[in-house]
């Protein structure tokens, strides 16, 4: 017969065990539907963000992809214009990009030189930056957005592998992994070697 003392340990073993098995499902249902961390490798998205970055997406804005099975949650909405967005390289299915979405389906893109156009209106753009001064740039489209897919461009304009040159141009949206929403961290490789000026900011 076991001692109470026996069985006070059982129990708080048993209790720990719970308490750490719900933490790591719950943190599973969040990473894999609600919230899930991202890291900024390279400068495509400068200014807006930087190498050393690290940020939240939300995920189940667009509908979350249910992981094995080909099923997703419902979207809340669709990507619009202005929107950043993470999602899987066309090229691959695999690699993690994050790039501005700068038209949906059925708008007509076109690029010249430094200027956007989205059905037919030069879009007004802060936020893009250009790195080979007055050098004269390849001009891209016009080109038809399809049903089902976005078009998106890095906001460093100059330093992008972005819908220009993707084979499809288009995102399929069914390869959305989420929409940037803040930064909770930033490194760079001299000192200070935080950001701490950048942690918490809203990404627009």
């Known amino acids: 017969m076991a001692r109470p003392t026996e069985m006070t340990k059982k129990s708080k073993v ?3 065990t719970e308490i750490i098995v ?3 499902v719950l943190a599973m249902i969040v990473r894999t539907f609600i919230v899930q961390s991202y890291h900024i490798p390279s400068e495509s998205m400068e200014d807006t963000l930087l190498k050393g970055d690290f940020l939240f997406a ?9 992981p094995i099975f080909d099923w997703y949650v419902p979207a ?14 066309p090229g691959d299915g695999k690699t993690d990009y994050i790039k501005r979405c700068v038209a949906v389906e059925g708008q ?4 010249k030189d430094k200027k956007l156009i989205v059905d037919g209106v030069e879009q007004e753009e802060e936020f893009t930056k250009y790195i080979n001064g007055d050098r004269r740039r390849k001009g ?23 819908s220009r040159f ?6 399929d949206m069914k390869l959305l992994r989420g929409k940037a929403l803040f930064l909770y961290f930033s490194v760079q490789k001299q000192f200070p070697w935080i950001r701490f000026s950048r942690i918490g900011d809203i990404i627009r």
């Not at 007509?108 to 690029?111: A, G, K, L, Q, R």
């Not at 891209?140 to 592998?161: A, E, K, L, Q, T």
């Not at 993707?166 to 995102?171: C, E, K, L, M």
Request: zero cysteines; hydrophobic letters at 40%.
């Open 14 to 16: 048993r209790e720990y």
């Open 22 to 24: 719900t933490a790591v």
């Open 58 to 66: 939300n995920k189940f804005l667009y509908g979350a992809k249910v």
């Open 76 to 89: 809340v909405r669709d990507p619009k214009q202005g929107d950043i967005v993470i999602f899987k390289f």
């Open 108 to 111: 007509t893109v076109e690029v």
């Open 140 to 162: 891209f489209g016009p080109y038809v957005v399809p049903d089902g897919h976005i078009f998106v461009m890095g906001d460093n304009r100059d330093n992008s592998w972005d």
């Open 166 to 171: 993707f084979r499809p141009h288009a995102v």
